[in-house]
């Protein structure tokens, strides 16, 4: 899956019954796919060192794309794209392109912990945008609260340094490349639900995103060096995994589940992407998380359990 439809609208649940409470078997699931999230980080940082990262994420995009439509053709027939939603389709591939474009750079230039943590900030800038420009979405106190905390959290990542956070590897211009990627995730949400597109199924909306990036993100990859770096197998089976299992499986999961469980129950874990994330980079690749990067997460992690608190209902009368 690409992490960017996450926060699309909601599909609804099947006819004559709504979405369940969350229960073990769900948080389970959860947690497997906030661990394939954190792991999909790691897969893009190696696959990079083989595969320039541009070409990469162009490649992934169509492999992805295709399988979307083959799935597409053999659940619902024929694949068309409805008429009024072409601009909306460009601009909402265009926040794709750059959102990946930010992301895989950003694991080429500095550490997996800290893109994670940066690069989950994601739903506070969704939070503020949605506040300015969707009506409906106004903050309560909680919410700026969790603002307030991972704003924070992001700022003391961007600007730690010689503390051991980065583990030798930090780089501003990656950590700012994680931010842009995070405010293009942001934007494909923003598209989802405020533009022509909230009328369409989420599987219509990534195909715009995955065919329409695609041929972009393959043409200015030259831009960014030679496109191939002594890949071997286990490169290409990495970027293998990354259209199959995540760019599309995982997208496909999260479809299923937003129509089994309450959305904002589901939202609620984002908060452990960054955690398995800079965990995985950690673990994996011996990065070193450092006091600074740790205090970073916390304060992430806890602006976005805010940020996902659900409102009270007012108490009946």
């Known amino acids: 899956m690409t992490a960017s439809s996450k926060f699309a609208a909601a599909p609804r649940g099947a006819a004559g019954s709504g979405p369940s409470e969350m229960d073990l078997s769900g948080a389970g699931m959860l947690v497997a796919f906030s661990v394939l999230l954190g792991f999909n980080q790691v897969l893009i940082a190696v696959v990079n060192e083989g595969i320039q990262p541009i070409f990469a994420a162009g490649l992934r995009s169509l492999g992805a794309g295709l399988l979307l439509i083959l799935w597409m053709r053999l659940r619902h027939g024929p694949v068309h794209l409805p008429k009024g939603t072409r601009a909306a389709g460009v601009l909402i591939a265009m926040c794709f392109t750059v ?15 800290r893109t994670s943590v940066i690069f989950y900030s994601m739903p506070l800038w969704l939070a503020v945008f949605s506040h300015l420009f969707l009506p409906g979405q106004r903050l309560g106190a909680p919410q700026w609260a969790g603002i307030g905390l991972a704003f924070c959290g992001v700022v003391v990542a961007l600007t730690s340094r010689g503390d051991g956070s980065g583990g030798g590897e930090a780089s501003l211009l990656g950590d700012l490349c994680a931010l842009v990627g995070a405010l293009g995730w942001s934007g494909i949400a923003l598209c989802a639900r405020g533009t022509a597109l909230v009328r369409v199924p989420p599987h219509t909306q990534l195909l715009y995103q995955l065919g329409i990036s695609a041929p972009i993100l393959l043409a200015i990859s030259p831009l960014f060096g030679p496109v191939l770096r002594d890949p071997d197998p286990l490169h290409w089976a990495g970027l293998g995994v990354q259209a199959s299992f995540i760019a599309f499986g995982a997208y496909l999961f999260w479809l299923w589940i937003l129509t089994r469980y309450r959305a904002a129950q589901v939202a609620a874990f984002s908060f452990l992407s960054p955690i398995f994330g800079a965990g995985l980079g950690w673990a994996l690749l011996g990065e070193e ?23 009270r209902r007012p108490a009946p009368l």
């Open 99 to 113: 959102e990946f474009v930010g992301l895989y750079i950003a694991l080429d230039l500095t550490t997996v912990s």
């Open 289 to 311: 998380l450092g006091p600074s990067l740790g205090a970073a997460l916390v304060l992430v992690c806890a602006g976005l359990i805010l940020i996902n608190r659900p409102a």
